[in-house]
């Protein structure tokens, strides 16, 4: 298959092959390309749905983490400045 590139830098992706990758408009693609080789990777990326359910997990991972070492949400922002001033950094 011979494609060509258009004035703006896009490139058309054949329909056999996009049918092949199961790829529509919005298809993410990793490039990589040296020389006289472009390669193109398809990547998934997780739906928004998808990551809000990981970060509510995470979260409630985190809280009972805090809750089992017997920090309140409350605690959090007395031990940040804390940490910060150990560490040589500055009181916002």
Do not use: W, Y
């Amino acid at each position: 298959m011979i494609t060509k590139m258009s004035s703006r830098g896009q490139i058309v992706i054949p329909q056999e092959l996009r049918e092949k990758l199961k790829a529509d408009e919005g298809t993410v693609f990793a490039v990589e390309g040296s020389e006289d080789t472009i390669i193109l990777k398809r990547i998934n990326l997780p739906s928004k749905e998808t990551l809000f359910k990981e970060l509510e997990r995470i979260a409630v991972e985190g809280k009972q983490r805090l809750l089992s070492q017997g920090i309140k949400e409350g605690d959090i922002p007395n031990i940040v400045q804390r940490r910060r001033l150990d560490e040589g950094g500055f009181r916002h």
